[in-house]
């Protein structure tokens, strides 16, 4: 357990230091006029993006907004219908489904709102699970999956399946299997909306401090103003479009 909380929890100054740490990079992901329809229902109408290493961007909205339908589409999950999405100047959008698939693999982490674990696997297999997609062997995958345990204060929970964690628990897992990758960015839709405030908190602070540690970049899908905090900046999502930036 991380015993304060990053930096990057104060609201105050933060887009500031940010700032002074992305200002001279160039953009890791770069999305342009992104338009996504499903049937007559227009879920983005051309927003732009842009998600600098190492930065934390808080995509804020309420609920049918559009703000998880970006977070999709930056992610390659979907492909948009109009407009492009570009990781490290790859277009992801031209990409076909089993490149998108290898990106998402290893290029990408993802820590959803119910963590989304394997049931029938283990703490440490559900870990591991990315080591062996990508073709590394059991034993090393899981002797790199045990080194996130103690770092998240999962000591001891190797052996437990999600049924058996507390929801916060089972967050800290999936938030391992997202890391163990060495992503460059991480996507989190709605990762606290299961958990209660101290257990939302915990989540928060280990997901972010282990992202500062590693340079990790993170898109951070919320509708609560506490997780926004953690943010070095915020973009608000209405309708499908961007209704006001906070880019300071």
Not at 46 to 72: C, N, Q, R, W, Y
Not at 114 to 128: D, R
Not at 158 to 179: C, H, K, P, T
Request: charge should be negative; glycine fraction near 10%.
């Amino acid at each position: 357990m991380i015993a304060n909380p990053p930096v990057l929890a104060a609201p105050a100054g933060a887009a500031a230091s940010a700032a002074a740490v992305v200002a001279d990079r160039a953009p890791l992901i770069e999305a342009t006029n992104l338009c996504k329809r499903f049937g007559q229902t227009e879920a983005l109408r051309g927003i732009d993006f842009a998600l600098l290493p190492g930065e934390i961007v808080a995509v804020m909205g309420p609920s049918g907004s559009g703000k998880s339908t970006l977070l999709h589409c930056l992610a390659g999950i979907i492909v948009p219908d109009e407009g492009q999405v570009a990781f490290r100047g790859a277009r992801i959008d031209e990409m076909n489904d089993a490149e998108r698939s290898r990106l998402r693999r290893t290029a990408f982490g993802f820590v959803f709102q119910f963590g989304q674990l394997v049931p029938e696997l283990p703490a440490i297999e559900n870990v591991a699970l990315p080591l062996l997609l990508n073709g590394i062997g059991r034993g090393p995958a899981e002797q790199r999956a045990a080194a996130w345990f103690p770092r998240l204060g999962l000591e001891g929970l190797e052996g437990r399946r999600a049924g058996e964690m507390s929801g916060g628990q089972a967050q800290r897992v999936a938030i391992a299997r997202a890391l163990i990758v060495e992503p460059a960015v991480i996507f989190a839709d709605e990762p606290t909306g299961a958990l209660d405030s101290l257990a939302g908190e915990h989540v928060l602070e280990l997901l972010t401090q282990a992202a500062v540690d590693q340079g990790v970049a993170i898109v951070l899908v919320t509708h609560e103003a506490r997780v926004a905090a953690y943010a070095h900046r915020e973009i608000i999502v209405r309708d499908g479009r961007l209704s006001g930036v906070d880019a300071s």
